[in-house]
């Protein structure tokens, strides 16, 4: 800087490696672009994780829980299948395939959320 | 004997004062000119470094830390306490990096890299004060444009450092 030179070998050196780590820092999320999860509380404990977009058929999930619960999960998608609930709120949900889509059972304290790689905490805003 | 240290003490102040205005003044200017030149919202050139750099360089540490803490109580009053923490984080990380390469770098990187460089740690300080504040980890997400258009505005900067320094050294020189 006392040179008085605008710019040296080793700018750069600095700029390409601030590139870099721009890269780096954006590679997980290439690696797991479109990838759904669904994460299956019981009590507040996380009880099951499915990789929705790993899934090639239906399946059902059975949980240990009064009044009981069944689960189906698909490619891509989960919904309540049936309750052993009165009021069935959990499955009115219906079909939960996006990020932050979710479905509670109160009175089996059953939460299903549905979570894309790399937005597990989404935002809508953020304002300073 | 002691009252010619108040008399600098003073100039000092009143000299750090100005920078501080014009620093201030600066980041408003640039306020206007984001929509302009089509930035997205929040990514600002940072002219107020421009400023900084130039009491650190010519002027010595003090100088340029008077003007960052100026700025953050600025944001502070204007803004609220998480504005002035994010304030606060980028402008400290920013000057400790820029001077750190005139302790330890001088005469081995240019102008542009010295620039780059401080912008780029004052959206790393940024974002972890955000980090922090919302205790989430924004690094993935927000991390790679902000340190590409930090090189930007870094690079930007470092021009206009590069052609105001020289005039302002003159300046400087008779002030002190």
């Known amino acids: 800087m006392n040179g008085k030179r605008l710019i040296q070998k080793t700018d750069f050196l600095l700029i390409l490696g601030i590139i870099l780590i721009a890269f780096f820092l954006y590679f997980p999320k290439l690696l797991d672009k479109g990838g759904i999860s669904a994460h299956i509380y019981i009590e507040n404990m996380e009880y099951q994780v499915i990789d929705l977009s790993r899934l090639t058929e239906e399946q059902f999930i059975d949980l240990p829980t009064d009044p009981f619960l069944v689960l189906r999960a698909g490619p891509g998608y989960i919904r309540v299948h049936s309750a052993g609930c009165p009021d069935r709120l959990c499955a ?26 790399g937005h597990e905490d989404t935002f809508d805003a953020i304002a300073y | 004997m ?29 306020s206007l000119l984001s929509p302009v030149a089509f930035l ?66 001088a005469g081995r990187v240019g102008v542009l890299g010295v620039s780059v460089s401080s912008a780029v740690m004052h959206n790393v300080g940024q974002l972890a004060a955000a980090c922090i504040i919302a205790s989430t980890n924004l690094f993935f997400g927000y991390g790679p444009p902000l340190l590409l258009f930090g090189i930007g505005a870094g690079a930007v900067t470092g021009l206009v450092y590069w052609a105001v320094a020289p005039f302002a050294a003159r300046v400087f020189g008779r002030t002190e």
């Open chain 2, 2 to 30: 002691g009252g010619e240290r108040v008399l600098v003490s003073t100039k000092r102040t009143a000299l750090t004062g100005l920078l501080a205005a014009l620093a201030l003044a600066l980041s408003f200017f640039e």
């Open chain 1, 92 to 117: 009115a949900a219906g079909t939960l395939t996006k990020n932050g889509d979710m479905a509670v059972c109160v009175p089996a304290r059953v939460v299903v959320k549905v979570v894309s790689a």
């Open chain 2, 40 to 105: 997205p919202p929040g990514v600002k050139l940072g002219l107020a470094n421009v400023v900084v750099m130039l009491a650190l360089y010519l002027l010595g540490l003090p100088y340029a830390f008077g003007i960052v803490l100026a700025r953050s109580g600025f944001a502070f009053f204007l803004r609220g306490a998480s504005a002035f923490f994010i304030s606060l984080a980028g402008g400290l990380l920013s000057l400790s990096v820029l001077f750190l390469f005139k302790r330890f770098l």
